[in-house]
């Protein structure tokens, strides 16, 4: 193996580089420090101080060194080069052949785990990769999976300032800059697992605030509620009524326009509806970026029609909330800050490792009044220190990950500037992607993009130039999952596709190409289609 090249660009930030033939990986660092510790950690020796007492089992530091190398090389370096496939697919059956998944009576050794960990390795879907568009989610960033492996290391939990005490200032600080970001003057907030859980959060507040009853008598002591949603929202919204016991019937799914936008006069409409037959409306909840096609609810126009009915209004940000950091995109958030509260996922869009996701209210103390239940062996209020941090009573978990470090690390090396930089240019390379959709013979483009998905279908030319009847359009329906399967037993890149259907139109399978990786350039936009072309000549 080629030793790995160190270059600077005169601003503080280091590269690697390793020479493979010409096409060189590269993964960005801000920091020599962390390479002056990759280059030297595997030629230290087990223990700097022969004298020392510790509890590491032999040979488990030597296997983590060996591990810490392993992930270098093979998870960030060939991770992201563009060189290497993004996945090694194999069908499940087979992969099991050549995986020893058994668990047995006995340990095994080092150099086996090492092997087992290489194998994992190999056959894992590369995220980091630059042709890795299939999910909301992507990228590899040096400081977030460095502050991973230090709260994983540290083993603590964020319930109290007791056992977490440097993460519980942490979380509180990265929280008021989100919500400052939002536009909240105050409120709260609190890092959830998945933005799944963190709308089931902006129910959960937006009930107790309407009928704060329901945490001590239950759902018998309410009348029928109901929320409203967009047609095209996140399917979590309906999990989340399920989940919560008012029922997936009373979650109303509201018309979108012919972007997939929630249209107010429809909501308007909706709400009356529920109104006159007797159920009592609690919530509506907006979409800053649907996960399909991207699409940015009018937040002022829902803010206008929840105040006139005293709704609470909460927003789905995850996949788009991102574009709060910048200049030249956050008016697509514009209205904002007139919701109750607001879901936001650092791991889009953002960059952060899985999982980081917030939840924010402009609420002040709502979380812990709807959810605490008074531990006292664990949140006693005669302790010895200030037990306003300890804010794990107001979440819905007892134990919960440090979910905050990686994102603040990745804050202080970045800096918002730097956010900033890499959301523009993940929102240009989708508009630069659009254009060569739309100026290529044989594709065609679903929707012109709001957020960074890029949707589109591509036409085989066997299929040009017809008519666009029925049976013609079900005939593209079948292109994208052949073309699918090409891409994923070729490695080159992955993309998913879909249909949709809206109270407008309905759409046959179309591409979903989603951008959420800071690091993408161009030539990735350029590859795409001419990749597309290649897999699509015969069909």
């Known amino acids: 193996m080629e030793p790995c090249k160190v270059t600077t660009n005169g601003h503080n930030n280091v590269s690697i580089n390793s020479n493979n033939n010409g096409k060189g990986s590269k993964v960005h660092c801000h920091s020599k420090g962390y390479l002056d510790a990759a280059a030297t950690s595997s030629t230290r020796t087990e223990s700097s101080n022969p004298g020392a007492v510790s509890s590491v089992k032999p040979g488990a530091e030597s296997f983590l060194r060996q591990l810490f190398d392993l992930l270098l090389e093979k998870g960030i370096k060939d991770g992201s080069d563009n060189s290497k496939k993004v996945v090694e697919f194999i069908h499940p059956a087979d992969l099991r052949s050549k995986l020893d998944l058994d668990l047995r009576d006995e340990g095994e050794s080092n150099q086996t785990l090492i092997g087992l960990c290489e194998d994992t390795i190999r056959y894992s879907v590369r995220t980091g990769h630059p042709r890795f568009f299939n999910q909301l989610y992507g990228g590899q960033n040096v400081y977030g999976i460095g502050g991973s492996w230090l709260t994983e290391s540290l083993n603590t939990s964020m319930f109290t300032y007791e056992v977490a005490p440097v993460f519980t200032l942490m979380e509180k600080v990265v929280l008021e800059k989100m ?7 105050d409120g709260d907030g609190i890092f959830c697992p998945g933005g799944s859980i963190s709308n ?19 759902l018998h002591s309410l009348p029928r509620i109901c929320m409203f949603t967009s047609e095209s929202s996140h399917y979590s919204m309906r999990k989340g009524a399920a989940f919560m016991g008012f029922g997936t019937s009373n979650l109303i799914p509201v018309p979108t326009d012919s972007r997939g936008k929630m249209r107010g006069s429809a909501l308007e409409k909706c709400i009356q509806e529920a109104k006159d037959e ?35 209004m909460h927003t789905d940000a995850c996949w788009g909330g991102g574009a709060a950091l910048s200049t030249k995109h956050k008016h697509l958030l ?48 005669d302790k010895f220190y200030d037990v306003s941090y300890d804010t794990g009573d107001k979440a819905i978990q007892c134990s919960r990950k440090v979910d905050v470090f990686k994102l603040w690390l990745m804050w202080k090396a970045e800096g918002s500037n730097g956010f900033e930089r890499a959301m523009d240019n993940m929102f240009t390379m989708s508009r630069y992607l659009a254009d ?32 666009e009847t029925e049976e013609w359009w079900q005939q593209i329906a079948e292109v994208a999952p052949v073309m699918k399967k090409k891409m994923v037993e070729r490695g080159t890149m992955l993309m998913t596709y879909n249909p949709l259907k809206t109270a407008l139109r309905s759409y046959v399978n179309f591409f979903r190409m989603v951008i959420s990786n800071p690091d993408v350039r161009k030539e990735d936009m350029d590859f795409v289609i001419s990749e597309m072309v290649q897999m699509g000549k015969d069909l």
């Open 278 to 312: 007797g159920i009592v409306p609690f919530c509506v909840c907006a979409t800053a970026g649907t996960t399909v096609v991207g699409a940015y609810d009018d937040l002022e126009e829902i803010a206008d029609v929840c105040e006139r009915h005293g709704l609470w």
């Open 179 to 185: 919500r400052s970001l939002v536009g909240y003057r």
């Open 334 to 381: 514009k209205g904002l800050k007139r919701s109750d509260s607001v879901a936001w996922n650092p791991h889009k869009l953002m960059g952060t490792p899985l999982q980081c996701c917030a939840f924010l209210t402009r609420h002040t103390d709502l979380l812990k009044q709807c959810h605490s239940g008074d531990a006292t062996y664990l949140f006693q209020q």
């Open 200 to 218: 089931m959060y902006g129910m959960s507040l937006a009930r107790f605030h309407a009928f704060p009853q329901v945490k001590e008598e239950g």
């Open 436 to 467: 060569k959709v739309r100026a290529t013979e044989g594709f065609r483009l679903v929707f012109e993009p709001e957020c960074t998905n890029v949707c589109f279908w591509f036409i085989p030319a066997s299929l040009r130039g017809q008519e």
